[in-house]
């Protein structure tokens, strides 16, 4: 939801809280002393010039048994810049205050005993190197040099401390957050509490509805690699084959290729469909199910590891491949069904409920849920690019022709939009956009929540503050003046 105010108080910073992983601002809070300078830095006998010295990082910050080095800045600019963030739009002391509260957040994570998956983090290391090396045309030791470490295993550890440092927070902001809800009587008053020349203006959004025809795929073909996976699971028992080998030779899920097919489950935190989930907590340690169909294909789970709550699961995805023929047949029943509802002969509600493949949308007038709000409308400056070319030029009730898509698997289906509904660029109305002031109030109410945790943990946490930073001016006084 993009919205144009003018001094709206419950989004001013969103860009910077965003995109520095914050809630919604740069909410820093009181800390403490300044370190002095005699643990300020320390300065080393330098191996590549024998008898020169040479200064190593210094320590910007300590809070609890978090320390924060001066590199720490650096890096964490450079990771903005990796990711395609203009980093002339943040100071050093923005990103300075965002690593304290980082590190107040992860430490009493762990004080309240929050766990992290490690293979999950793992896993989220993989593909962020594998982004950095985008910014290097692919050279680890251009990378390595960038970072200032000597070999790949180094800076792997030291990425996998900095992302389970930030997963900690984010678990820590979550837990703080989780119970806080707002009333209908407290969004009344948020809104009223809104100047009139301060209300945000909502863009044009419109409902859009689909209807879904999938090719077919033959018993032939579901046979076909309910036998090869069968071959696969005989291949690992009976002949002592590895199963993480099978996966990187056979399977489908090519984005859990590179760690072998490793997921990790937790039964408190939902992952996967529930097929999957389902087979995978009936498993023992070191069995092998039998294949299973899903929404994405046909697996196989090798359940490797149990520890307490969470299961370490590798598995196999087959895809089984449609025919040309079904292909065929697929669109031209779609063509079909779109020239009877051009003709007037049923309604596109009413072809969606008998013709569409897609469950989630059939029996709802093919009407799309907005992912981001929960409901049926989509603002069009925020709308996923690939949906708005396909709609951008449909009158209202008019019906596309038919369309091709592809998902990343190789998939393919067809599909006919329409729009449903349309409502202008406007001025908040509380009847009206009753659900978008809900999620602004509870946002501020969210917000408030944090700053009053965080108030009150500073008080409780050894902080030392550098005094390189005592000048920075920042959102709370980190520094207790």
């Known amino acids: 939801m993009q919205l144009r105010t003018k001094n709206l108080k419950s989004i001013i910073n969103l860009k910077h809280a965003l995109v520095l992983g914050l809630l919604f601002s740069l909410t820093s809070v009181m ?23 040479k200064k190593v990082d210094g320590v910007a910050a300590v809070v609890g048994e978090y320390i924060i080095l001066d590199s720490d800045v650096d890096k964490t600019f450079l ?15 923005e990103l300075f205050g965002k690593l304290l509260e980082d590190k107040l957040y992860a430490h009493h994570a762990v004080q309240d005993s929050i766990v992290v998956s490690e293979i999950e983090i793992r ?24 970072y200032n470490k000597d070999d790949e295993k180094s800076f792997r550890d030291e990425m996998y401390e900095i992302n389970k440092s930030q997963k900690l ?43 879904v025809v999938e090719p077919k795929i033959t018993e032939e073909e579901k046979t076909k690699v309910i ?27 090519k984005a859990s290729v590179r760690n072998g097919g490793l997921y990790t489950l937790n039964r408190k935190q939902p992952r996967m ?19 299973f169909e899903t929404e994405y294909g046909y697996h196989i789970i090798y359940l490797e590891k149990i520890r307490g709550q969470e299961y370490d699961v590798r598995h196999i995805l087959l895809i089984p491949q449609v025919t040309n023929e079904e292909i065929k047949i697929a669109k031209e029943k779609l063509e079909g069904v779109r020239q009877h509802i051009v003709d007037g002969d049923i309604t596109f509600a009413e072809a969606a409920k008998e013709s569409s493949d897609e469950k989630e949308t059939k029996y709802d007038g093919g009407q799309l849920i907005n992912p981001a709000t929960q409901d049926y409308n989509f603002e069009l400056t925020k709308m996923d690019p690939e949906l708005y070319g396909q709609i951008q030029n449909l009158k209202d009730n008019e019906v596309s022709l038919v369309l091709t898509d592809q998902e ?17 660029e406007h001025e908040a109305n509380y009847a009206q956009d009753y659900l978008k002031i809900k999620e602004l109030a509870l946002h501020e109410k969210q ?8 108030e009150e943990k500073i008080m409780d946490t050894y902080i030392k503050i550098s005094k390189d930073y005592k000048d920075c001016e920042f959102s709370s006084n980190w520094l207790k003046k």
């Open 273 to 291: 469909v529930k097929e999957f989930r389902e087979v995978a907590f009936s498993l023992q340690e070191g069995e092998i199910s039998e294949p």
């Open 31 to 53: 800390a403490q002393e300044v370190i002095p300078d005699e643990i300020k830095e320390e300065v080393v006998k330098d191996s590549v010039t024998p008898g020169e010295l």
């Open 169 to 211: 927070a984010t678990e820590m902001q979550n837990k703080i957050i989780e119970e806080v809800e707002v009333t209908p009587e407290e969004v009344r008053e948020y809104f009223n509490a809104i100047p009139e020349n301060e209300r945000p203006t909502f863009g044009t959004e419109l409902k859009v509805a689909q209807i």
């Open 408 to 424: 990343r698997n190789g998939k393919i289906k067809f599909k006919i939009l329409t729009v449903t509904g349309r409502v202008d």
């Open 447 to 454: 917000l408030k929540a944090i700053e009053k945790w965080q």
């Open 79 to 93: 990771q903005l810049q990796a990711q395609g963030i203009n980093i002339a739009d943040f100071t050093r002391c």
């Open 123 to 146: 896993s989220y290391v993989d593909q962020q190197i594998q982004a950095f090396l985008e910014q290097t045309n692919g050279s680890m030791d251009e990378l390595l040099k960038i």
């Open 227 to 253: 036998n090869r996976l069968k071959e696969i699971k005989a291949d690992v028992l009976e002949h002592g084959a590895s199963f993480r080998s099978k996966v990187v030779l056979y399977t489908d899920d």
